[in-house]
């Protein structure tokens, strides 16, 4: 890597529909130096995340938008290489929203904070004790509150999010049933994390995936972690046990739609009043306050190995449009991460 330059990953247009290699453009910048309170971080691990479709779209968000022209967003780990911050000194990894760039300039307002990886590999920062861990552990217990021998659907069964879900579900004595998009990659999934049950959506109608999942869960659904919202929570409806909680954490199924108002599907206000169910939405970043009391947790489950973690990673910045995209289509297998160094 040649640290004069940095090679970087811009929006290069909206997407009009799913986004496509179109959106992406490459270019190069000068490496930053950093000036008064600021430092530099290396980017070693770029995370591809299903999120920055809503970034891409001028759509009001939960998270900030990008602007056509600018580096397009994006979380990683890195290595403090230049720095004027005594909290950020040179060799310290961190993770942060540095962008799909090869080197990012900081400063205290920076979202990021340090990283230890003494004992575990700093891309575990971008799956089990990153984000992902996190949303997954805080939403589930906060708005599932799973009860032994309950059901759970998890939509996005295999993602990195579901497959912790899945493993805290099971800790929890729940029964497990996954969504994934194809036959094989149902096999796969099932296999590699012990779900009771996986299914495929893909080619299906809500009708036909309502019938599978009806024999899926004998005893209809307690909770539901909705990954992808659209159809494949439309197929979920009339499985309902009274009581059911929904925790709404994605909407993979949307990331076609220009805006999501533009998703349309039967309203489920009467399903919600008549089975008393309990559906909230969660976003990580509300909860910055509780993500130590989450790492150290999700941190002693891998100890203790009852978590397992499971990454992909492409090489290289060149790289970034084509594991992005591949993550859309749901060919990872594990979080779906871009390593930039070699090292
Ligand atoms: N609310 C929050 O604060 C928060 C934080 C982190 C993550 N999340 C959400 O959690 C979910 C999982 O994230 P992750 O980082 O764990 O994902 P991931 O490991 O990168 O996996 C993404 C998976 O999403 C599925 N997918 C992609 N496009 C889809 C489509 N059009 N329809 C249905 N499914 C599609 C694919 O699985 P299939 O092949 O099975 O379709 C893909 O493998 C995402 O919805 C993400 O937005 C939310």
Redesign the pocket.
Same mark, same amino acid.
């Given at each position: 890597m040649n640290s004069s330059i940095t090679h970087q990953v811009l929006l290069a247009k909206r997407p009009e529909g799913?986004p496509g290699p179109e959106v992406f453009e490459f270019t190069e910048a000068p490496a930053p130096r950093p000036g008064d309170n600021e430092f530099v971080v290396r980017v070693d691990y770029l %995370?591809? /995340?299903?999120?920055l !479709?809503?970034r891409m779209r001028a759509e009001q968000n939960?998270a900030e938008s990008a602007t056509p022209g600018e580096v397009m967003h994006a979380y990683g780990v890195g290595t403090v290489i230049a720095s004027n911050w005594a909290q950020a000194p040179v060799g310290q990894q961190r993770l942060g929203r540095f962008d799909m760039q090869e080197y990012a300039l900081c400063n205290a307002s920076s979202f990021g904070f340090p990283i230890n990886t003494e004992r575990v590999p700093a891309s575990w920062y971008l799956?089990v004790l990153g984000?992902?861990g996190?949303?997954?552990w805080l939403?589930f217990y906060d708005i599932c509150m799973p009860k032994k021998g309950e059901t759970l659907v998890i %939509?996005?069964?295999?993602?990195? !999010?579901?497959? !912790?879900v899945a493993q805290l579900a099971r800790a929890e004595g729940c029964r497990v049933v996954g969504?994934?998009?194809?036959e094989e990659?149902a096999a796969r999934?099932s296999e590699e994390w012990s779900y009771d049950a996986v299914l495929?959506?893909?080619g299906k109608s809500i009708d036909v995936l309502a019938a599978a999942l009806r024999q899926a869960c004998p005893d209809g659904i307690d909770m539901y972690y909705d =990954?992808? %919202?659209?159809d494949?929570s439309e197929a979920l409806l009339d499985l309902y046990n009274v009581g059911a909680r929904i925790a709404?954490? *994605?909407?993979?199924?949307? %990331?076609?739609l220009p805006d999501t108002r533009q998703d349309v599907g039967r309203r489920d206000n009467n399903v919600i009043l008549s089975r008393r169910i309990r559906k909230q939405?969660? !976003?990580?970043? /509300?909860?910055h306050d509780r993500m130590p009391e989450a790492m150290l947790s999700l941190g002693g489950l891998v100890h203790e190995g009852k978590l397992s973690v499971k990454v992909d990673v492409m090489q290289g910045i060149e790289q970034v449009p084509a594991a992005f995209l591949r993550?859309?289509? *749901?060919? =990872?297998n594990?979080?779906?991460l871009v390593r930039l160094t070699s090292e």
């Open positions: 799913a %995370s591809m /995340d299903p999120a !479709v809503g939960y799956s984000a992902t996190a949303t997954a939403s %939509s996005s069964a295999g993602s990195s !999010v579901g497959t !912790v969504i994934v998009s194809t990659k999934v495929a959506y893909r =990954n992808t %919202s659209g494949i709404v954490v *994605g909407r993979a199924a949307l %990331s076609h939405g969660f !976003v990580l970043t /509300d909860h993550m859309l289509r *749901g060919e =990872n594990g979080k779906q």
